[in-house]
C-alpha cells in the first residue's frame, strides 16, 4: 500500500506567490516523521524540513512551512514568496519511527516551475 | 565538512558486469542507506545498515549486495548488471541521537545505465 501519496504532477507559480504542494500520508504508528525534500536539475537531494507527528506546531523554515493536518493525514508544503530558483521536483516522505529501521517512504513528487 | 559523499558520478556498464557503488559520510552518523530512484517512482530503498556491521535488506534488494566497511562507508554492488538496474542512485546517511534524530542527508547521487 502506498503510503505518501502527491497527487499533483506538476504545478505552476508565478515569481513571488506562495505555493501549496499537497502530500498526503497513511501509517497506523503514533509515533511518526514527515519530510519535504528539493531536487533541483542538478539532482541531488535537498532536505527542506521536518515534522513531527508530536510536535504541536506546523514546522517552519525561511520561507517554507508545513501545514499539518494530522486527523486528516496531511502534511502540505507551502512555499512563500516564490523564486525562480524554486523550480524543482519535491518531494514528501515519511518515516514509522516506530521502526528501527529508519527508512523513508517516498511520494512521486510534484514538479514545481516558477515563472517569472 | 563534505556530508555524504558517492562515487562514481557516472558509470555506463555492459549487461553482466559486475560495479561496486562507494558511499562515504564524515557526519559521524550511524545508519546508512542505498535508494535507487526510477522516473516517476520517487526513491526506493535497496538496503540499510543501522550501525557498523549491521545490514538489511530493504523494499528493492534483489540483484544487490552491500558492505558496511566501517562506520564511514557503506558500499553498493552489482554482481550482474542487468538494464533493469539502471537508475539513479543515493546514498543517504542519518543519526541516531541528537536534535535532529530523523533527519536522512543524501549524497549526490550515481547515475547508472545498464546496456
Known amino acids: 500500500a502506498q503510503k505518501i501519496t502527491q497527487t499533483q504532477p506538476g504545478m505552476f507559480v508565478q515569481e513571488k506567490e506562495a505555493v501549496t504542494l499537497d502530500c498526503t500520508y497513511d501509517t497506523s504508528d503514533p509515533s511518526y516523521g514527515l519530510f519535504w525534500y528539493k531536487q533541483p536539475s542538478s539532482g541531488e537531494m535537498i532536505f527542506l524540513i521536518y515534522q513531527g507527528s508530536y510536535d504541536q506546531q506546523n514546522a517552519t523554515e525561511g520561507r517554507y512551512s508545513l501545514n499539518f493536518q494530522k486527523a486528516r493525514k496531511s502534511a502540505n508544503l507551502v512555499i512563500s514568496a516564490s523564486q525562480l530558483g524554486d523550480s524543482a521536483m519535491y518531494f514528501c516522505a515519511m518515516m514509522d519511527r516506530g521502526s528501527t529501521l529508519g527508512r523513508l517512504y517516498f511520494g512521486r513528487g510534484t514538479q514545481l516551475t516558477v515563472w517569472p | 565538512n563534505a556530508g555524504v559523499t558517492q562515487t562514481p558520478k557516472f558509470q555506463v556498464l555492459k549487461t553482466g558486469q559486475s560495479m561496486t557503488l562507494q558511499c562515504a559520510q564524515d557526519?559521524?552518523?550511524?545508519?546508512m542507506y542505498w535508494y535507487r530512484q526510477d522516473p516517476g517512482m520517487g526513491l526506493r530503498l535497496i538496503y540499510y545498515s543501522a550501525s557498523e556491521g549491521t545490514t538489511d535488506k530493504g523494499e528493492v534488494p534483489n540483484g544487490y549486495n552491500v558492505s558496511r566497511l566501517n562506520k564511514r562507508e557503506f558500499s553498493l554492488r552489482l554482481e550482474s548488471a542487468a538494464p533493469s538496474q539502471t537508475s539513479v542512485y543515493f546514498c543517504a546517511s542519518r543519526r541516531t541521537s541528537g536534535s535532529r534524530t530523523d533527519t536522512q542527508y543524501f549524497g549526490p547521487g550515481t547515475r547508472l545505465t545498464v546496456l
Open positions: 557526519m559521524n552518523h550511524n545508519s
